[in-house]
């Protein structure tokens, strides 16, 4: 393959989206010489932050189709979706920017599918805001789910070898304690063992995280490690997947993510993973989707609306998201070999 073209979807134009973007394909040129990114969203949104940072907006230019992109590092070439945001206020919830957000997503899925994209580069988007616009989704991820029509795929976050798969994510507390199945740790364990497959490392082990406090200490704090996670733990194993766990969540993380005993770890729920991955790693992680036919990776954070609009949002999230897409690009096909 040569340079991949990533579709980078401008997420929720009302946050800090465009302004990163801005950032990213203005103030780093080196990107050009591994990718060449095509924003997927509304000019006059990517004008508005490229005036917020600084940039010149003549440096805008409006194309019909990727494959049209000359990749010069003076210019963020864009593909223009729906009709304009040019009104959408910033820094506010607003269920057009919403639905622009769900729009710029579906275009980049069909970019991809039609061969004219080879992989996914996300914005942030905020969720409130897009179910307003009329999408009932719970993210990102479930958008893209249902866009390639995957239903094995997880949320992972990752920081360079380290991988967080997540065995819930977008739903409550209560609701993802009753998600967690027997079928659904199988489906994870057999994602994650599919990247190690792909990266060249099947023997590396995957450590999943008890549910419950001290994994259920023998079922004095609750049931389901014994009788979830650890059924389809030893199915796993019987299978030749090296798994590890349940494994108390206090003990697991630092271990990983300090000493480096794990690189594939499993968590059972949405802060379980992100709260300590955010934590160590901060602008230094992204959130890959593990499960679809292409790749997409995502910054890992929020559209920010607090500062929106001021120009002072960091671009390295958006920068790293951009990177790790080209990287991961070339042998994504490896990865979904590895799962089917």
């Given amino acids: 393959m040569t340079n991949p073209t990533l579709a980078l979807t401008l997420g929720d134009v009302a946050g800090i989206g ?19 990114p095509v924003v997927i969203g509304d000019a006059d949104a990517m004008r508005r932050g490229m005036r917020a940072t600084g ?57 991809v599918r039609a061969g004219r994209a080879d992989a996914i580069v996300t914005a942030p988007l905020n969720k409130a805001a897009m179910h307003a616009g009329g999408h009932d989704f719970a993210g990102h991820t479930e958008l893209l789910a249902h866009e390639f029509g995957v239903k094995d795929y997880s949320l992972v976050l990752s920081a360079g070898d380290l991988y967080v798969f997540h065995l819930t994510t977008h739903v409550s507390l209560r609701r993802a304690i009753e998600d967690v199945t027997v079928e659904r740790t199988t ?5 994650a063992h599919g990247l190690a497959r792909a990266l060249g490392r099947p023997e590396e082990r995957i450590a999943v ?33 090296p798994v590890d766990g349940p494994i ?14 794990w690189n594939l770890l499993v968590a059972c729920y949405h802060d379980q993973g992100h709260a300590p991955f955010k934590s160590v790693y901060g602008d230094d992680g992204v959130n890959i989707t593990v499960g679809l ?48």
């Fill in 248 to 261: 108390p969540a206090d003990a697991l993380f630092p271990a990983a993510m300090r000493r480096g005993r």
């Fill in 187 to 191: 489906q994870v364990l057999n994602l």
């Fill in 55 to 111: 940039f010149d907006t003549d440096a805008l230019v409006v194309i019909e189709d990727p494959r049209e992109a000359r990749n010069d590092p003076d210019t963020v070439e864009l593909v223009q979706t729906g009709p304009s945001l040019a009104d959408v206020p910033i820094g506010e919830l607003s269920a057009a920017a919403g639905d622009g957000a769900y729009r710029f997503v579906v275009e980049a899925c069909s970019l």
């Fill in 209 to 241: 995280a008890g549910l419950n406090p001290h994994a259920g200490e023998n079922r004095l704090f609750g049931d389901e490690d014994a009788d979830v996670l650890t059924p389809a733990i030893e199915a796993a194993r019987e299978r030749g997947i």
């Fill in 293 to 340: 036919p292409a790749v997409r990776v995502s910054v890992d954070h929020g559209t920010a609306f607090d500062i929106a609009g001021t120009g002072q949002a960091n671009e390295a999230s958006m920068v790293l998201s951009c990177v790790r897409a080209a990287e991961l690009a070339p042998g994504w096909g490896a990865v979904v070999d590895a799962l089917s």
């Fill in 18 to 36: 465009p302004e990163i973007t801005a950032k990213a394909l203005l103030a780093h040129p080196e990107l050009r010489e591994i990718a060449r």
